[in-house]
């Protein structure tokens, strides 16, 4: 098995043969060398730069939600049938009858509304 490093500011992996090892010596760490992928990544460490900040690390990746989930696909909600059933004091055809013609009567109503507030505009701008 081949070893592979992660870069400490960016995560990416580094394969071998690649990157570059820092060791700090201003200060005592946990972690003596660190590991960068790259010169930019090594710069921007030394300039100490969040890498939470900067769009094209994987730390930023992960807090914006940008990472593809190849794995874990959304499931989608199963659309819930709703049984009609009847209110106190009225049996359910009633109350289907009245919910028919209130709909249509609204639908109706709206658009005569609205063609008749077109017009108004219309006869306005002329």
């Known amino acids: 098995m081949v070893r592979r490093d992660e870069c400490e500011f960016s995560h990416f992996v580094i394969h071998p043969g690649h990157g570059r090892r820092y ?11 660190l590991s960068f992928q790259s010169p930019k990544n090594f710069e921007l460490y030394k300039r100490k730069k969040n890498p939470r900040f900067v ?18 696909a959304k499931r989608r909600a199963k659309k ?5 059933r009847a209110i106190v004091g009225l049996d359910l055809p009633t ?16 658009g005569a509304a609205v063609r008749a507030e077109v017009a108004a505009r219309k006869a306005a701008k002329k």
Do not use: C, M
């Open 55 to 72: 769009a094209w690390t994987r730390t930023y990746r992960r807090l914006h939600k940008k990472h593809a989930d190849e794995g874990k």
């Open 80 to 84: 819930v049938s709703r049984a009609p």
């Open 23 to 33: 060791v700090p010596f201003a200060f005592i760490s946990t972690k003596p060398i």
């Open 95 to 110: 109350l289907q009858e009245t919910r028919a013609k209130n709909k249509k009567v609204d639908r109706s109503a709206k």
